[in-house]
């Protein structure tokens, strides 16, 4: 299996493993030439926490903004996320 042109995986400048995500890009994808981020989701441990999601989720009770969690990006990162901006602007039709 061919992989990625670009795969760049990048963890949260305060160190959780669990704040991640990979960026992936190619220019032979079924989408074309594009880039895939991969989102790491946060699991709870704590089994009344996720009884409470599960009862909000039947109920369809959701914050209106949808649930987020976030990655700190420091600017050491910065050449890494160029290398796929410049990869899609290589690629811009
Ligand atoms: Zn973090």
Partial sequence: MRGFE???????QCG?????FIISA?????????????VHLNREHNVFKRIWTAIKYVFGTRCIYGDFD???INPNNA?????VVDFLKKHQE
Avoid at 6 to 12: A, N, S
């Fill in 6 to 12: 670009i795969e760049e995986l990048f963890i949260c």
């Fill in 16 to 20: 959780d493993p669990s704040h991640q």
């Fill in 79 to 83: 050449d890494r996320l160029q290398k």
């Fill in 70 to 72: 976030e990655v700190i």
């Fill in 26 to 38: 190619d220019k032979e994808t079924t989408e074309g030439a594009c880039a895939f981020v991969s």
